[in-house]
């Protein structure tokens, strides 16, 4: 199971930080990612980071602001995201896959393993 935390409502330009923590003793077997669906619209991959976190993936819209990273010690990935605009609000998803060609933009919702809960960012203009 994955279990995330961190969203809510921040002003343009703002930061909010999500945390993902999963359950069980392989998470540094998978491949851990965020997507994100705003209403109406897909639910897309913003980053992923390799089992070990030597690799990492960010769509277009959100490089140089936003930073994957995880702590396995902990069992637990973070997205750090700064400089939000209101293009970034969405419901955003922690996902975990045990492909390892995943840290892609190939990474579809069809190929994660476990879904964390939705958790909604909102951010105003």
């Known amino acids: 199971q994955l279990q995330a935390s961190g969203g809510g409502l921040v002003q343009a330009g703002g930061s909010l930080r999500f945390s993902c923590v999963a359950s069980?003793?392989?998470?540094?077997?998978?491949?851990m990612g965020w997507f994100r669906q705003a209403p109406g619209k897909e639910r897309d991959l913003v980053a992923a980071?390799?089992?070990?976190?030597?690799?990492?993936y960010y769509t277009d819209s959100v490089k140089g602001r936003f930073t994957i990273s995880r702590v396995n010690a902990k069992n637990t990935v973070y997205l750090q995201m700064n400089n939000l605009k209101p293009e970034d609000t969405a419901v955003y998803y922690c996902?975990?896959?045990?492909?390892?060609?995943?840290?892609?933009?190939?990474?579809?919702?069809?190929?994660?393993?476990?879904w964390g809960q939705g958790t909604l960012v909102t951010v105003s203009s």
């Open positions: 996902a975990a896959t045990t492909n390892s060609d995943s840290v892609s933009a190939r990474w579809s919702p069809y190929e994660v393993n476990v």
């Open positions: 069980g003793r392989t998470f540094s077997s998978y491949v």
């Open positions: 980071i390799s089992w070990s976190g030597d690799r990492t």
